[in-house]
């Protein structure tokens, strides 16, 4: 049998998943024997939209499951940090062959988490606190469903739909009825009451109601069907028949609360974007959302030498020499200094360090916290940059 298109966990930690011009570098120095210790540099010059003011540091567990075992130490933001462009994320020493063909695979495990976290993080706070599932494994390819539904979960969803991803992050996946199921049954009622009778009763009883009929109606004979232990009806109605899907969440909710079923909720899934959740999220009740999070620009990062031999040495339009990031926690300020120097703040507060010990001579030093710690740090960095600023405003629209 054939194998999937996909790169194991042992091919990427070897260095095979790797650009061809590292492997010609390792050649040459090692016959040059040119072999030198430096210091590497994780860095974002910039974020990839222009009203991003922010991202969320994702992927390091994956970068200390390539690096350990290699004699490296490695400084890096907690993962789930919040942090602005031009300030290092992660720092690596060592001798440049110990762990230089590494770069593609570290920069790629950390780009595409932190873009996928960044992106979440945006749907989290235009949604405030309404449920925001993660849709999206069916956008990206299977073998890394995990690590997307991972990253938009740490950046703030509530819980992701893949089986093998919540499994990942010690959640219960989440999800509702599939148009599939409604149209091999042949009524929607049906299919809701085979649900209810077959699924577990952890399971919320969510109807979806615009596979056959106009959503209004629809919702209205499955609610009276099912009365209270339906929790909620889901609309995912694609944009080609919406018109005004505010509209529509508008008559629904009426013609429901009209007939008593206040308890049933409103859920929208669909191609939905932020400003689709800034539209309508006083008329729904929570938001299902795939393609825009899965398929979120990577954050840019590059891996440069800032140092060599213990000297400060970096390429032209990159600042040489280690470095120490600073954060104070009473006006949330970051500053980047020389590493082991101190910066007074403006304000009454001190700054701290941000970079936390993560790898010494190969061994992994410090806490690798579980998705659900994670999504805590983020949401509660989020929380306190934001303080009182409007949504749009906070999000740079």
Not at 21 to 32: P, S
Not at 78 to 107: H, K
Not at 120 to 148: D, N, Y
Not at 187 to 194: G, L, P, S
């Amino acid at each position: 049998m054939k194998k999937l298109h996909i790169a194991d966990t042992e091919q990427i930690r070897s260095g095979d998943v790797t650009d061809v011009y590292f492997v010609r570098t390792e050649k040459i120095l090692k016959e040059k024997r040119l072999d030198k210790h430096v210091c590497m540099e994780i860095y974002l010059k910039a974020l990839p939209e222009k009203q991003y003011r922010w991202g969320v540091f994702a992927g390091l567990e994956e970068v200390c499951i390539l690096l350990e075992g290699r004699p490296v130490t490695v400084r890096a933001l907690p993962e789930g940090s919040v942090f602005f462009p031009q300030t290092p994320v992660m720092t690596i020493e060592g001798r440049y062959l110990d762990f230089g063909e590494l770069e593609t695979a570290i920069l790629g495990c950390l780009c595409q988490a932190s873009g996928i976290a960044t992106k979440a993080s945006r749907f989290r706070i235009a949604a405030e606190e309404k449920p925001l599932i993660s849709f999206g494994a069916r956008r990206m390819h299977p073998a890394i469903a995990p690590m997307v539904e991972r990253s938009a979960f740490i950046g703030g969803c509530y819980g992701v739909a893949a089986v093998a991803s919540a499994r990942l992050i010690g959640e219960k996946p989440s999800g509702t009825i599939p148009h599939a199921l409604i149209l091999i049954v042949g009524d929607t009622i049906e299919a809701t009451k085979a649900f209810d009778e077959i699924i577990d009763e952890s399971v919320p009883r969510v109807s979806l109601i615009d596979t056959f009929n106009d959503e209004k109606f629809e919702a209205i004979r499955v609610a009276e069907s099912m009365g209270e232990r339906l929790f909620a009806v889901r609309l995912d109605t694609p944009s080609s028949r919406r018109g005004d899907f505010r509209n529509i969440l508008s008559e629904v909710r009426w013609e429901l609360d009209y007939r008593g079923f206040h308890h049933v909720k409103l859920f929208v899934s669909g191609g939905l974007d932020i400003p689709d959740i800034l539209d309508i999220k006083d008329a729904a009740d929570a938001f299902g959302v795939g393609t825009h999070i899965s398929s979120a620009a990577a954050l840019d990062y590059s891996m440069d030498i800032v140092e060599v031999e213990g000297k400060p040495l970096a390429k032209r339009g990159k600042l040489s020499g280690r470095k120490s990031v600073l954060r104070c926690p009473a006006c949330m300020k970051d500053y980047v200094v020389p590493y082991g120097k101190t910066k007074a703040c403006g304000c009454p507060g001190e700054p701290v360090s941000r970079l936390a010990d993560v790898i010494e001579s190969g061994s992994i030093v410090c806490d690798l916290p579980d998705a659900r710690r994670i999504r805590a740090r983020c949401l509660e960095e989020l929380g306190a940059l934001r303080k009182d600023s409007a949504i749009k405003e906070f999000l740079g629209l």
